[in-house]
Protein backbone atom coordinates (compact mmCIF):
# COMPACT_ATOMS: atom_id res chain seq x y z
CA UNK A 1 0.00 0.00 0.00
CA UNK A 2 1.29 2.81 -1.01
CA UNK A 3 0.20 6.97 -1.58
CA UNK A 4 0.37 10.67 -0.84
CA UNK A 5 -3.06 11.59 1.55
CA UNK A 6 -4.44 14.96 2.13
CA UNK A 7 -1.94 17.42 3.99
CA UNK A 8 -5.25 19.62 5.28
CA UNK A 9 -6.01 20.33 9.16
CA UNK A 10 -9.68 18.98 9.98
CA UNK A 11 -10.39 22.26 11.81
CA UNK A 12 -12.50 25.75 11.30
CA UNK A 13 -10.23 28.63 10.29
CA UNK A 14 -12.06 31.23 10.00
CA UNK A 15 -9.67 33.78 8.72
CA UNK A 16 -9.18 31.49 5.49
CA UNK A 17 -12.82 30.25 5.58
CA UNK A 18 -14.23 34.04 4.92
CA UNK A 19 -11.38 35.08 2.13
CA UNK A 20 -13.39 35.90 -1.18
CA UNK A 21 -16.30 35.97 1.05
CA UNK A 22 -15.82 39.39 3.94
CA UNK A 23 -12.37 40.88 3.74
CA UNK A 24 -13.39 42.72 7.05
CA UNK A 25 -13.73 39.89 9.18
CA UNK A 26 -10.49 38.59 7.69
CA UNK A 27 -8.50 41.53 8.20
CA UNK A 28 -9.44 42.00 11.62
CA UNK A 29 -6.86 42.69 14.06
CA UNK A 30 -7.12 39.57 16.31
CA UNK A 31 -9.45 36.81 16.64
CA UNK A 32 -11.04 38.14 19.87
CA UNK A 33 -12.42 40.77 17.28
CA UNK A 34 -12.76 38.46 14.14
CA UNK A 35 -15.68 36.47 16.50
CA UNK A 36 -17.47 40.05 17.63
CA UNK A 37 -17.75 40.75 13.42
CA UNK A 38 -18.58 37.08 13.06
CA UNK A 39 -21.40 37.29 15.36
CA UNK A 40 -22.61 40.66 13.97
CA UNK A 41 -23.35 39.07 10.71
CA UNK A 42 -26.49 36.89 12.08
CA UNK A 43 -27.95 40.65 11.12
CA UNK A 44 -25.60 42.26 8.93
CA UNK A 45 -25.45 39.38 6.30
CA UNK A 46 -27.49 36.05 7.72
CA UNK A 47 -27.34 33.93 4.08
CA UNK A 48 -23.02 33.99 4.93
CA UNK A 49 -24.08 33.56 8.48
CA UNK A 50 -25.51 30.86 8.15
CA UNK A 51 -23.42 29.11 5.56
CA UNK A 52 -20.56 30.04 7.69
CA UNK A 53 -22.59 27.61 11.21
CA UNK A 54 -23.50 24.45 8.64
CA UNK A 55 -19.20 24.84 7.46
CA UNK A 56 -18.23 24.92 11.08
CA UNK A 57 -20.57 22.27 11.94
CA UNK A 58 -19.88 20.16 9.42
CA UNK A 59 -16.00 20.17 10.54
CA UNK A 60 -17.14 19.67 14.38
CA UNK A 61 -18.79 16.60 13.45
CA UNK A 62 -16.10 15.40 11.43
CA UNK A 63 -13.66 16.19 14.00
CA UNK A 64 -15.85 14.22 17.39
CA UNK A 65 -16.05 11.54 14.77
CA UNK A 66 -12.34 11.35 14.49
CA UNK A 67 -11.90 11.65 18.52
CA UNK A 68 -14.34 9.53 19.79
CA UNK A 69 -15.31 6.70 17.35
CA UNK A 70 -12.09 4.81 18.44
CA UNK A 71 -10.93 4.62 14.88
CA UNK A 72 -7.96 6.34 15.44
CA UNK A 73 -6.35 5.90 19.11
CA UNK A 74 -3.01 6.90 17.76
CA UNK A 75 -3.75 9.94 15.53
CA UNK A 76 -6.66 11.12 17.37
CA UNK A 77 -5.28 14.13 19.56
CA UNK A 78 -5.27 17.59 19.59
CA UNK A 79 -5.39 19.64 16.49
CA UNK A 80 -6.31 17.39 13.83
CA UNK A 81 -4.33 16.66 10.70
CA UNK A 82 -5.70 14.22 8.13
CA UNK A 83 -1.99 12.92 7.01
CA UNK A 84 -1.76 10.75 10.14
CA UNK A 85 -5.01 9.10 9.63
CA UNK A 86 -4.62 8.08 6.61
CA UNK A 87 -1.29 7.07 7.90
CA UNK A 88 -2.85 5.05 11.25
CA UNK A 89 -5.26 3.67 8.55
CA UNK A 90 -2.30 2.15 6.36
CA UNK A 91 -0.78 0.66 9.25
CA UNK A 92 -4.06 -0.93 10.39
CA UNK A 93 -5.07 -2.13 6.94
CA UNK A 94 -1.05 -3.77 5.65
CA UNK A 95 -0.29 -6.90 6.13
CA UNK A 96 3.32 -6.68 4.80
CA UNK A 97 4.86 -2.98 3.81
CA UNK A 98 3.69 0.36 3.06
CA UNK A 99 4.54 3.85 2.05
CA UNK A 100 3.46 7.04 2.21
CA UNK A 101 4.24 10.63 1.04
CA UNK A 102 3.60 12.94 4.26
CA UNK A 103 4.71 16.13 5.93
CA UNK A 104 7.78 15.31 8.29
CA UNK A 105 5.55 16.05 11.40
CA UNK A 106 4.61 12.14 11.31
CA UNK A 107 7.88 11.73 12.74
CA UNK A 108 8.72 14.29 14.85
CA UNK A 109 5.85 15.90 16.11
CA UNK A 110 4.10 15.84 19.58
CA UNK A 111 0.88 14.74 18.54
CA UNK A 112 1.59 11.37 16.11
CA UNK A 113 4.08 10.40 18.93
CA UNK A 114 2.41 7.44 19.85
CA UNK A 115 1.72 6.61 16.02
CA UNK A 116 5.73 6.54 15.31
CA UNK A 117 6.39 4.93 19.07
CA UNK A 118 4.49 2.18 17.73
CA UNK A 119 6.61 1.83 14.46
CA UNK A 120 9.64 1.84 16.75
CA UNK A 121 8.53 -0.43 19.78
CA UNK A 122 7.68 -2.79 17.44
CA UNK A 123 10.31 -2.55 14.95
CA UNK A 124 8.18 -1.97 12.10
CA UNK A 125 10.19 1.38 10.97
CA UNK A 126 12.52 1.11 7.39
CA UNK A 127 13.10 4.21 6.21
CA UNK A 128 12.63 7.79 6.67
CA UNK A 129 13.50 10.37 4.21
CA UNK A 130 12.88 14.26 4.76
CA UNK A 131 13.12 16.24 2.06
CA UNK A 132 12.96 20.26 2.26
CA UNK A 133 10.88 21.63 -0.61
CA UNK A 134 13.48 24.66 -1.50
CA UNK A 135 13.81 22.89 -5.28
CA UNK A 136 10.07 22.81 -5.43
CA UNK A 137 9.62 19.06 -5.78
CA UNK A 138 5.85 19.89 -4.72
CA UNK A 139 4.17 23.51 -5.51
CA UNK A 140 3.89 23.99 -1.80
CA UNK A 141 5.73 26.85 0.66
CA UNK A 142 10.05 26.39 -0.55
CA UNK A 143 10.75 26.08 3.76
CA UNK A 144 7.81 23.09 3.44
CA UNK A 145 8.89 19.72 4.97
CA UNK A 146 7.91 16.16 3.61
CA UNK A 147 9.56 13.04 4.05
CA UNK A 148 8.58 9.72 2.41
CA UNK A 149 7.87 6.74 5.16
CA UNK A 150 8.31 3.12 4.57
CA UNK A 151 7.50 0.61 7.33
CA UNK A 152 6.51 -3.18 7.43
CA UNK A 153 4.92 -6.05 9.57
CA UNK A 154 5.86 -5.97 13.69
CA UNK A 155 8.99 -8.22 14.21
CA UNK A 156 11.06 -9.06 17.32
CA UNK A 157 14.66 -8.44 16.19
CA UNK A 158 15.60 -4.55 16.05
CA UNK A 159 15.53 -3.40 11.96
CA UNK A 160 18.26 -1.27 10.87
CA UNK A 161 16.69 2.12 9.82
CA UNK A 162 17.51 3.76 6.95
CA UNK A 163 16.87 7.74 7.06
CA UNK A 164 18.38 11.27 6.21
CA UNK A 165 17.25 14.63 6.75
CA UNK A 166 17.51 18.08 4.99
CA UNK A 167 17.36 16.34 1.10
CA UNK A 168 16.41 18.23 -1.67
CA UNK A 169 16.41 16.06 -4.63
CA UNK A 170 15.98 12.74 -5.19
CA UNK A 171 19.54 11.82 -5.82
CA UNK A 172 20.26 12.53 -2.29
CA UNK A 173 18.87 9.27 -1.68
CA UNK A 174 21.83 7.58 -3.34
CA UNK A 175 24.24 9.68 -1.59
CA UNK A 176 26.03 7.70 1.31
CA UNK A 177 27.38 10.93 3.12
CA UNK A 178 23.81 12.36 3.41
CA UNK A 179 22.13 8.66 4.64
CA UNK A 180 22.94 7.07 7.73
CA UNK A 181 21.59 4.04 9.35
CA UNK A 182 19.78 3.70 12.80
CA UNK A 183 18.93 0.63 15.09
CA UNK A 184 15.07 1.11 16.21
CA UNK A 185 16.62 0.50 20.03
CA UNK A 186 18.71 4.32 19.21
CA UNK A 187 14.77 6.02 18.78
CA UNK A 188 14.36 5.55 22.39
CA UNK A 189 17.82 6.62 23.94
CA UNK A 190 18.04 9.75 22.07
CA UNK A 191 14.09 10.34 22.68
CA UNK A 192 13.38 8.14 25.67
CA UNK A 193 9.98 9.90 25.82
CA UNK A 194 8.24 10.31 22.54
CA UNK A 195 10.23 7.86 20.57
CA UNK A 196 10.32 10.24 17.71
CA UNK A 197 12.37 10.43 15.24
CA UNK A 198 15.85 12.53 15.51
CA UNK A 199 17.02 14.79 12.55
CA UNK A 200 20.48 14.33 11.58
CA UNK A 201 21.46 15.75 8.67
CA UNK A 202 24.49 13.52 8.09
CA UNK A 203 26.17 10.60 9.78
CA UNK A 204 28.91 12.67 11.62
CA UNK A 205 25.69 14.48 13.45
CA UNK A 206 24.36 11.22 14.21
CA UNK A 207 27.42 10.02 16.01
CA UNK A 208 28.63 13.18 17.54
CA UNK A 209 24.81 13.54 18.98
CA UNK A 210 25.06 10.33 20.50
CA UNK A 211 28.01 10.72 22.52
CA UNK A 212 26.76 14.33 23.62
CA UNK A 213 23.61 12.37 24.96
CA UNK A 214 26.03 9.68 26.73
CA UNK A 215 27.88 12.72 28.36
CA UNK A 216 24.89 14.00 29.50
CA UNK A 217 21.08 13.40 30.37
CA UNK A 218 17.52 14.66 29.43
CA UNK A 219 15.97 18.09 30.80
CA UNK A 220 13.01 16.29 31.93
CA UNK A 221 12.26 12.21 31.68
CA UNK A 222 8.52 11.34 31.59
CA UNK A 223 9.74 7.73 31.72
CA UNK A 224 11.71 7.81 35.11
CA UNK A 225 10.85 11.12 36.56
CA UNK A 226 14.62 12.88 36.34
CA UNK A 227 14.06 16.75 36.43
CA UNK A 228 17.81 17.67 37.63
CA UNK A 229 16.69 21.32 37.28
CA UNK A 230 13.58 21.58 39.01
CA UNK A 231 11.76 22.78 36.04
CA UNK A 232 8.31 23.35 34.94
CA UNK A 233 7.14 24.77 31.75
CA UNK A 234 4.68 27.45 31.55
CA UNK A 235 2.62 29.54 29.13
CA UNK A 236 1.02 33.09 30.33
CA UNK A 237 -1.34 34.57 27.61
CA UNK A 238 -2.47 33.68 24.34
CA UNK A 239 -2.15 35.61 21.87
CA UNK A 240 -5.80 34.95 20.54
CA UNK A 241 -8.05 33.70 23.43
CA UNK A 242 -6.66 36.52 25.97
CA UNK A 243 -6.51 39.48 23.15
CA UNK A 244 -9.38 41.00 24.98
CA UNK A 245 -6.57 41.64 27.37
CA UNK A 246 -4.61 43.38 26.00
CA UNK A 247 -3.92 47.33 24.57
CA UNK A 248 -1.52 49.03 22.19
CA UNK A 249 0.27 52.42 22.92
CA UNK A 250 -2.81 53.69 20.75
CA UNK A 251 -5.63 52.32 22.49
CA UNK A 252 -4.25 53.62 26.14
CA UNK A 253 -3.06 56.59 25.48
CA UNK A 254 -6.18 57.55 24.12
CA UNK A 255 -8.09 55.76 26.85
CA UNK A 256 -6.22 58.87 29.29
CA UNK A 257 -3.88 56.43 30.77
CA UNK A 258 -0.24 57.63 32.02
CA UNK A 259 2.67 56.37 30.32
CA UNK A 260 5.07 55.79 33.56
CA UNK A 261 8.06 53.78 31.58
CA UNK A 262 7.67 51.14 30.55
CA UNK A 263 4.01 50.49 32.46
CA UNK A 264 0.79 52.40 31.79
CA UNK A 265 -1.24 53.85 34.92
CA UNK A 266 -5.29 53.81 33.52
CA UNK A 267 -7.33 54.90 36.72
CA UNK A 268 -5.09 52.70 39.16
CA UNK A 269 -4.62 49.87 36.94
CA UNK A 270 -0.88 49.54 35.60
CA UNK A 271 -0.61 47.65 32.34
CA UNK A 272 2.94 46.37 32.31
CA UNK A 273 4.86 45.44 29.05
CA UNK A 274 3.63 41.97 27.01
CA UNK A 275 7.04 39.83 25.88
CA UNK A 276 6.60 38.65 22.56
CA UNK A 277 9.46 35.57 21.73
CA UNK A 278 11.06 37.71 18.74
CA UNK A 279 11.89 40.43 21.37
CA UNK A 280 14.55 38.17 23.15
CA UNK A 281 17.42 37.14 21.90
CA UNK A 282 21.00 35.27 23.93
CA UNK A 283 21.72 37.40 26.82
CA UNK A 284 19.86 40.12 25.89
CA UNK A 285 15.48 41.39 26.89
CA UNK A 286 16.13 44.40 24.90
CA UNK A 287 16.45 42.65 21.43
CA UNK A 288 13.07 43.53 19.91
CA UNK A 289 11.37 46.53 20.29
CA UNK A 290 7.87 48.09 18.56
CA UNK A 291 7.04 51.16 17.17
CA UNK A 292 4.58 52.95 19.34
CA UNK A 293 1.94 54.16 16.43
CA UNK A 294 0.76 52.80 12.64
CA UNK A 295 -0.44 48.99 11.92
CA UNK A 296 1.30 46.10 13.59
CA UNK A 297 4.38 45.02 11.45
CA UNK A 298 5.82 41.48 10.49
CA UNK A 299 9.63 42.52 12.19
CA UNK A 300 10.54 44.44 14.88
CA UNK A 301 14.03 46.44 15.03
CA UNK A 302 16.88 45.86 17.59
CA UNK A 303 17.33 49.00 19.51
CA UNK A 304 20.67 51.25 18.66
CA UNK A 305 23.82 50.30 20.71
CA UNK A 306 23.57 53.71 22.28
CA UNK A 307 19.95 52.79 24.04
CA UNK A 308 21.12 49.18 25.07
CA UNK A 309 23.54 50.64 26.66
CA UNK A 310 21.47 53.24 28.78
CA UNK A 311 20.91 51.33 31.95
CA UNK A 312 17.20 53.05 31.99
CA UNK A 313 16.11 52.44 28.75
CA UNK A 314 12.73 50.87 28.80
CA UNK A 315 11.69 48.47 25.84
CA UNK A 316 8.47 49.10 23.52
CA UNK A 317 6.35 45.89 23.47
CA UNK A 318 3.71 46.26 20.90
CA UNK A 319 1.33 45.22 23.93
CA UNK A 320 0.04 46.10 27.47
CA UNK A 321 -1.52 43.86 30.17
CA UNK A 322 -2.87 44.37 33.33
CA UNK A 323 -0.21 43.30 35.80
CA UNK A 324 -3.26 41.97 38.13
CA UNK A 325 -3.56 39.35 35.60
CA UNK A 326 0.17 38.40 35.15
CA UNK A 327 0.17 38.32 38.91
CA UNK A 328 -2.14 35.66 38.58
CA UNK A 329 -0.83 33.45 36.39
CA UNK A 330 2.30 33.26 38.80
CA UNK A 331 0.04 31.36 41.08
CA UNK A 332 -2.07 28.41 40.63
CA UNK A 333 -4.54 27.15 42.88
CA UNK A 334 -6.79 24.05 43.67
CA UNK A 335 -10.44 24.19 43.18
CA UNK A 336 -10.99 25.43 46.78
CA UNK A 337 -8.71 28.52 45.91
CA UNK A 338 -5.50 26.69 48.08
CA UNK A 339 -2.15 28.04 46.46
CA UNK A 340 -0.41 24.64 45.42
CA UNK A 341 2.18 26.55 43.47
CA UNK A 342 3.76 29.95 43.13
CA UNK A 343 6.77 31.94 41.17
CA UNK A 344 8.36 33.15 43.70
CA UNK A 345 11.50 34.62 41.92
CA UNK A 346 11.64 38.10 40.84
CA UNK A 347 13.10 37.20 37.44
CA UNK A 348 11.73 34.49 34.40
CA UNK A 349 13.12 32.81 31.65
CA UNK A 350 11.73 32.10 28.49
CA UNK A 351 12.49 30.71 24.99
CA UNK A 352 11.22 31.10 21.54
CA UNK A 353 8.62 28.99 20.38
CA UNK A 354 9.30 29.54 16.66
CA UNK A 355 12.45 28.23 15.07
CA UNK A 356 14.20 26.41 12.79
CA UNK A 357 17.34 24.64 12.32
CA UNK A 358 18.88 26.16 9.88
CA UNK A 359 18.60 29.83 11.43
CA UNK A 360 21.68 31.80 12.77
CA UNK A 361 20.67 29.96 16.23
CA UNK A 362 17.96 27.65 17.14
CA UNK A 363 17.44 27.80 20.65
CA UNK A 364 16.84 31.38 21.71
CA UNK A 365 16.64 31.98 25.60
CA UNK A 366 17.06 34.65 28.12
CA UNK A 367 15.77 35.78 31.56
CA UNK A 368 13.32 38.83 31.67
CA UNK A 369 11.62 40.43 34.54
CA UNK A 370 8.78 38.92 36.69
CA UNK A 371 6.39 41.75 36.04
CA UNK A 372 6.05 41.46 32.59
CA UNK A 373 3.75 39.42 30.59
CA UNK A 374 4.67 36.66 28.40
CA UNK A 375 2.65 35.71 24.93
CA UNK A 376 2.45 32.45 24.15
CA UNK A 377 5.07 32.97 20.89
CA UNK A 378 7.36 32.17 23.54
CA UNK A 379 7.79 29.58 26.65
CA UNK A 380 8.11 30.00 30.43
CA UNK A 381 10.97 28.09 31.85
CA UNK A 382 10.21 27.93 36.16
CA UNK A 383 13.45 27.13 37.40
CA UNK A 384 13.01 26.30 40.86
CA UNK A 385 16.81 24.97 41.91
CA UNK A 386 17.46 28.58 43.01
CA UNK A 387 18.19 32.36 40.93
CA UNK A 388 22.90 30.94 40.58
CA UNK A 389 21.99 27.60 39.54
CA UNK A 390 19.07 29.10 37.10
CA UNK A 391 21.76 31.42 35.99
CA UNK A 392 24.01 28.38 35.34
CA UNK A 393 21.05 26.65 33.77
CA UNK A 394 20.37 29.70 31.44
CA UNK A 395 24.06 29.90 30.01
CA UNK A 396 23.92 26.02 28.96
CA UNK A 397 20.94 26.36 26.58
CA UNK A 398 22.39 29.63 25.01
CA UNK A 399 26.01 27.60 24.99
CA UNK A 400 26.86 26.75 21.42
CA UNK A 401 27.20 22.71 21.90
CA UNK A 402 23.69 22.74 23.15
CA UNK A 403 21.81 25.18 20.03
CA UNK A 404 23.76 22.31 18.32
CA UNK A 405 22.08 19.35 19.48
CA UNK A 406 18.98 21.44 19.35
CA UNK A 407 19.36 21.51 15.46
CA UNK A 408 19.42 17.62 15.61
CA UNK A 409 16.11 16.98 17.08
CA UNK A 410 13.83 20.03 15.96
CA UNK A 411 12.25 18.97 12.39
CA UNK A 412 10.27 21.60 12.35
CA UNK A 413 9.58 25.16 12.88
CA UNK A 414 8.00 24.94 16.15
CA UNK A 415 10.12 24.93 19.62
CA UNK A 416 7.39 22.50 21.14
CA UNK A 417 7.61 21.79 24.78
CA UNK A 418 8.41 17.92 23.89
CA UNK A 419 11.13 18.43 22.01
CA UNK A 420 12.61 20.67 24.77
CA UNK A 421 12.35 17.90 27.70
CA UNK A 422 14.21 15.86 25.47
CA UNK A 423 17.23 18.19 24.83
CA UNK A 424 20.73 17.14 26.27
CA UNK A 425 21.43 19.19 29.76
CA UNK A 426 24.15 18.93 32.16
CA UNK A 427 22.83 17.96 35.66
CA UNK A 428 24.39 20.48 38.65
CA UNK A 429 27.00 17.99 39.49
CA UNK A 430 28.65 17.83 36.17
CA UNK A 431 29.36 21.83 36.33
CA UNK A 432 32.10 21.55 38.19
CA UNK A 433 33.19 23.37 41.75
CA UNK A 434 35.66 25.14 39.73
CA UNK A 435 33.41 26.65 37.31
CA UNK A 436 30.34 27.89 38.98
CA UNK A 437 31.21 30.74 39.48
CA UNK A 438 33.04 31.27 35.98
CA UNK A 439 29.75 30.81 34.52
CA UNK A 440 27.79 33.22 36.64
CA UNK A 441 30.15 35.89 36.40
CA UNK A 442 30.21 36.00 32.70
CA UNK A 443 26.08 35.63 32.50
CA UNK A 444 25.92 38.52 35.05
CA UNK A 445 27.84 40.73 32.82
CA UNK A 446 26.00 39.99 30.19
CA UNK A 447 22.51 39.68 31.45
CA UNK A 448 22.24 42.99 34.15
CA UNK A 449 22.82 45.78 31.62
CA UNK A 450 19.54 47.32 32.49
CA UNK A 451 17.75 48.29 36.00
CA UNK A 452 14.87 46.04 35.03
CA UNK A 453 16.43 43.03 36.01
CA UNK A 454 17.63 44.68 39.26
CA UNK A 455 15.31 41.93 40.98
CA UNK A 456 17.31 39.27 39.56
CA UNK A 457 20.39 40.77 39.75
CA UNK A 458 19.12 41.02 44.08
CA UNK A 459 18.35 37.75 44.26
CA UNK A 460 22.00 36.52 42.43
CA UNK A 461 23.68 38.72 44.95
CA UNK A 462 21.88 37.12 47.66
CA UNK A 463 23.03 33.52 46.93
CA UNK A 464 26.73 34.89 46.39
CA UNK A 465 29.71 34.42 48.99
CA UNK A 466 31.43 36.70 50.22
CA UNK A 467 34.57 36.56 48.51
CA UNK A 468 32.20 36.25 45.36
CA UNK A 469 30.63 39.10 45.82
CA UNK A 470 33.96 41.41 45.57
CA UNK A 471 34.22 40.26 42.10
CA UNK A 472 30.61 41.19 41.24
CA UNK A 473 29.73 44.85 43.18
CA UNK A 474 27.82 45.88 40.60
CA UNK A 475 25.14 42.93 41.98
CA UNK A 476 24.89 44.44 45.39
CA UNK A 477 24.88 48.13 44.33
CA UNK A 478 22.38 47.72 41.91
CA UNK A 479 24.37 49.12 39.17
CA UNK A 480 24.18 47.61 35.74
CA UNK A 481 27.23 46.63 33.09
CA UNK A 482 27.66 48.90 31.09
CA UNK A 483 26.64 47.27 27.38
CA UNK A 484 29.57 46.36 25.22
CA UNK A 485 29.27 44.21 22.43
CA UNK A 486 32.80 43.41 21.81
CA UNK A 487 33.24 42.83 25.28
CA UNK A 488 29.88 40.67 25.14
CA UNK A 489 31.21 38.34 22.16
CA UNK A 490 34.27 37.04 24.00
CA UNK A 491 32.43 36.26 27.42
CA UNK A 492 29.89 34.34 25.35
CA UNK A 493 32.64 32.95 23.47
CA UNK A 494 34.07 31.73 26.73
CA UNK A 495 30.76 30.56 28.13
CA UNK A 496 30.43 28.34 24.78
CA UNK A 497 34.03 27.09 25.58
CA UNK A 498 33.25 26.18 29.20
CA UNK A 499 30.16 24.49 27.97
CA UNK A 500 32.03 22.20 25.28
CA UNK A 501 34.03 21.15 27.44
CA UNK A 502 31.63 19.53 30.51
CA UNK A 503 29.86 18.34 27.37
CA UNK A 504 33.04 16.26 26.96
CA UNK A 505 34.09 17.29 23.00
CA UNK A 506 37.11 17.49 21.82
CA UNK A 507 39.31 19.79 20.01
CA UNK A 508 37.64 18.45 16.87
CA UNK A 509 34.28 17.88 17.64
CA UNK A 510 34.38 22.13 18.89
CA UNK A 511 35.82 22.66 15.30
CA UNK A 512 33.57 20.42 13.78
CA UNK A 513 30.09 21.89 15.83
CA UNK A 514 31.72 26.12 14.75
CA UNK A 515 32.40 24.70 11.20
CA UNK A 516 32.46 21.46 9.24
CA UNK A 517 34.63 22.69 6.63
CA UNK A 518 37.70 22.87 9.07
CA UNK A 519 37.33 19.22 9.32
CA UNK A 520 35.94 17.71 6.59
CA UNK A 521 37.09 19.94 3.96
CA UNK A 522 35.79 22.64 2.04
CA UNK A 523 32.80 22.18 0.10
CA UNK A 524 31.56 19.59 2.79
CA UNK A 525 27.88 19.06 2.64
CA UNK A 526 27.87 19.31 6.31
CA UNK A 527 25.97 21.55 7.78
CA UNK A 528 25.76 23.56 11.57
CA UNK A 529 26.12 27.27 11.74
CA UNK A 530 26.70 28.25 7.92
CA UNK A 531 23.97 31.00 8.37
CA UNK A 532 25.75 32.38 11.43
CA UNK A 533 29.50 32.24 10.03
CA UNK A 534 27.75 34.03 6.81
CA UNK A 535 26.16 36.58 8.67
CA UNK A 536 29.74 37.24 10.46
CA UNK A 537 31.68 37.55 7.81
CA UNK A 538 29.48 39.92 6.04
CA UNK A 539 29.30 42.41 9.45
CA UNK A 540 32.58 41.73 10.43
CA UNK A 541 34.82 40.86 7.58
CA UNK A 542 35.61 36.87 9.46
CA UNK A 543 33.70 34.12 11.49
CA UNK A 544 34.18 36.15 14.58
CA UNK A 545 32.19 33.38 17.02
CA UNK A 546 34.59 30.84 15.64
CA UNK A 547 37.65 32.92 16.81
CA UNK A 548 36.17 33.58 20.17
CA UNK A 549 35.37 30.30 20.97
CA UNK A 550 38.71 28.66 19.96
CA UNK A 551 40.87 30.90 21.20
CA UNK A 552 38.68 30.73 24.25
CA UNK A 553 39.37 27.07 24.71
CA UNK A 554 42.73 27.04 24.50
CA UNK A 555 43.12 29.81 26.98
CA UNK A 556 41.42 27.64 29.21
CA UNK A 557 43.99 24.63 28.42
CA UNK A 558 41.00 22.36 26.85
CA UNK A 559 43.21 21.17 23.52
CA UNK A 560 42.92 17.21 23.72
CA UNK A 561 44.47 16.85 20.76
CA UNK A 562 42.53 16.15 17.42
Known amino acids: MCGNPPWDKLQMEDEKWFVGKNMDIVNAANQSV??????????KNPLLYENYI??????????????????????????????????????????????????????????????????????????????????ALFDIHRMFKFCLLTAGKAQEAPREVSGGFYLTRLDHLLDPRRIYSLQTSDF????????????????????????????????????????????????????????????TYTQLSESGAKYEAPNFNLDGEIYVPLYEGKMIWHYNHHYGTWPTEGDRPNTIDTPAIEELSNSSSCIMPWYWVPMSEVKNRLVKTDRQGNVIWKWNHKWNLIYRGLTNATNERTFICSLIPDAFGVGHSATLLYAECGTMPGTIFSAMLTSIVFDYSVRQKVGGTNMSTYFVKQFPVLTPDQITEEWRFEIVKRVAKLCYF??????????????????????????????????????????????????????????????????????CGEGCINETFRVLKDNEIRQYGEYRTKRLVMDAWYKFGYDRGL
Not at 220 to 238: A, K, T
Not at 467 to 476: A, D, I, S, V, Y
Open 34 to 43: RKKKIAELEE
Open 188 to 247: ARLNPNTKTCPVFRTSRDAKLTAKIYRNSTILLNEQNGENPWSVRFGSMFNMSTDSHLFR
Open 54 to 135: SAYTDISSQSNYVKNSGRFPLTACGKIDLYPLFAELCLRFSKESWGLVLPTGIAVNDSNKAFFAKLVDENRLISLYDFENRE
Open 450 to 519: NHDLDGWAEELWAELTPEQRTELPQLGNKEPFIYNPEKRAVWQAELDAIFAHLYGLTTEDLRYILDPEDV
